[in-house]
């Protein structure tokens, strides 16, 4: 179940399978059949292939540019269709079958590199649970998480609890979320602890932090290495289902904001004790959910003090501005401009006590000097939205002009959750401190100038 689908024996096996039956769904054909239908196969996978760009372009899906990978399997995905209904007279049936077979063999190939590019599904045992909704490792329900509390039962590690978070408020259709205990929590009259929401990227469940990104394990090392202390992690839904793209704001796919204030915060207080001073929150996000961090935070310093974005973006993003208002905000640019980071900071004015680390997995040149504190510049976004490190730049130094302490900090990796989960258990200690971790001491942001 640990075998790997980034790389390694079986992405190979499944390709190398593939290639060798499209090619034995071409077999031997008649010269003529291979003047007509082989370029008319190419031609249809490249179709398929020029389709689904412009579908992840005008949906605004992606963060940078897609693997070549991807656009070879859709090629071949065309073909094989092609190759399957034009070969189909003539052949024997075993023949037809391979045919058959291929098609989706070319499709699960696309995924893979999908797959690859983002790093959601990094084992054969995160697939199975993704698909069957299997328990993560550690994990129990809330009633034996307080019964263990009462009895003063500390376990070695964290525990992972899932948890229906009641939605009354916002209304918002979440699926059940996960909630890291460190083993700190569980012990006799322990303190009330930090918590820190963990936001992932468009498309994702609760379990792609602790299984995708590492969290579990990151949490586990750094509470052993600090007496069992370590903040409490929220690993929230801002989706609600697999293809409903909230990114994190309210509007006709969900009242996702308001889940993550109105619903998470407070049931977290009141069911987990932790803290509920705003200087011991955080929120930190992958992708989209970077995008939700500095969001959410710019927008609700009374409950969020710390975040971290990782490959976030300018604003939410659902394709160009037309149509990100269109489908997140019904047409409504006033309710859009309510959950525009640059906005909200101009409008806000002045901040104290928050602060933020931008990752960002690109090599491009990161120009940042912290401006005097004051309103927050009226420049332009970034020429290349792709490029996370000209929107971190540019989102760092317009927050730091309104007294927002950030740093801009590479990280030498891509942009998936494998290389989110590095980010994670490099900012932990910072982001713990931060927090007011218990045993965990204060630090600065790397390359940063307090404000």
């Not at 045992?125 to 993704?130: F, T």
Request: include cysteine.
């Amino acid at each position: 179940m640990n075998i790997s689908l980034l790389d390694g024996w079986l992405p190979i096996l499944i390709q190398s399978v593939t290639v060798l039956g499209l090619i034995a769904a071409v077999g031997r054909r008649s010269p003529r059949w291979l003047r007509l239908w082989l370029p008319a196969a190419v031609g249809a996978g490249v179709v398929l292939a020029l389709a689904s760009s412009w579908f992840i372009s005008d949906q605004g899906l992606a963060g940078g540019p897609a693997p070549i990978a991807l656009w070879v399997w859709l090629v071949l995905t065309g073909a094989a269709l092609v190759v399957t209904i034009a070969g189909w007279p003539g052949v024997r049936w075993w023949r037809r079958a391979i045919a058959v077979a291929v098609v989706p063999l070319c499709a699960v190939c696309a995924g893979l590199a999908v797959n690859t590019w983002t790093g959601y599904l990094p084992t054969v045992e995160a697939l199975w649970q993704r698909s069957s909704g299997a328990e993560l490792s550690g994990q129990i329900d809330l009633d034996t998480a307080l019964n263990m509390r009462r009895s003063g039962e500390r376990p070695d590690r964290g525990v992972l609890v899932s948890v229906p978070i009641p939605t009354n408020a916002s209304g918002f259709r979440s699926r059940p979320e996960l909630v890291y205990l460190p083993p700190a929590w569980f012990a006799p009259g322990a303190p009330q602890l930090p918590a820190v929401v963990m936001v992932g990227g468009e498309f994702g469940w609760p379990a792609d932090w602790p299984t995708a990104g590492g969290a579990q394990r990151t949490a586990d090392d750094f509470a052993a290495a600090h007496g069992g202390n370590a903040p409490i992690l929220v690993f929230v839904d801002t989706s609600g289902q697999f293809s409903n793209d909230t990114e994190c704001v309210n509007g006709p796919r969900g009242m996702a904001a308001d889940h993550l204030t109105k619903d998470v915060v407070p049931f977290v207080v009141s069911t987990f004790s932790a803290s509920p001073d705003p200087s011991h929150w955080g929120i930190v996000g992958w992708s989209a959910g970077g995008t939700c961090a500095v969001m959410t935070t710019v927008m609700h310093p009374e409950l969020f003090q710390t975040f971290v974005d990782m490959d976030g973006q300018v604003g939410p993003n659902a394709g160009s501005a037309p149509q990100t208002i269109a489908r997140l905000f019904g047409g409504d640019a006033a309710a859009f401009a309510q959950f525009d980071p640059s906005t909200v900071v101009r409008k806000h004015g002045p901040y104290s006590g928050v602060a933020g680390w931008f990752a960002v997995s690109d090599t491009g040149p990161v120009i940042h000097e912290p401006a005097k504190v004051g309103p927050a510049p009226n420049v332009d976004p970034p020429n290349n939205p792709e490029s996370h490190t000209a929107v971190a730049t540019y989102l760092c130094g317009m927050v730091s002009a309104a007294g927002i302490e950030c740093s801009v900090v590479p990280h030498g990796g891509d942009h998936t959750f494998p290389s989110a989960a590095q980010v994670f258990a490099a900012a932990l200690p910072w982001l713990a401190g931060r927090v007011h971790t218990p045993g965990v001491p204060a630090i600065g942001l790397p390359g940063a100038t307090p404000q």
